[in-house]
């Protein structure tokens, strides 16, 4: 099966700082080309792109073409399942930090 597009845990995007970066980056701006993209960052256009690839393939960011121009725009709705993991063990701390305490108490 010769698929191009692959899907990509939202995890495993999320995962390098660079790719991290961006995310925040698109977060803020509404939508950015490549151009304005690259300079925040210490690597070239091709690394650049290399990482919004690994972002689009986890459905973290969309892209169209506006001319000659690709503009990149983050889909935040992957972010949930993150978001719902992270509750998980949030509640599991804050649970066993109320034991600590109690026992501390005592």
């Not at 091709?46 to 690994?54: G, P, R, V, Y």
């Not at 399942?81 to 063990?89: A, G, I, Q, R």
Request: charged content about 30%; hydrophobic content about 40%.
């Amino acid at each position: 099966m010769n698929n191009t597009y692959q899907e990509r845990d939202v995890f495993v995007a999320i995962a390098d700082p660079t790719r991290r970066k961006l995310i925040r980056l698109l977060a803020v701006a509404e939508e950015l080309p490549l151009h304005e993209i690259t300079p925040q960052f210490q690597m070239g256009r091709t690394a650049i792109s290399k990482h919004l690839t690994i972002l689009k393939e986890a459905d973290l960011v969309t892209n169209r073409k506006l001319g000659r121009e690709t503009r990149y725009r983050l889909n935040p709705a992957p972010l949930q399942e993150v978001k719902d993991w992270l509750s998980f063990y949030e509640n599991f701390w804050n649970e066993r930090a109320k034991l600590l305490k109690n026992i501390l108490e005592e």
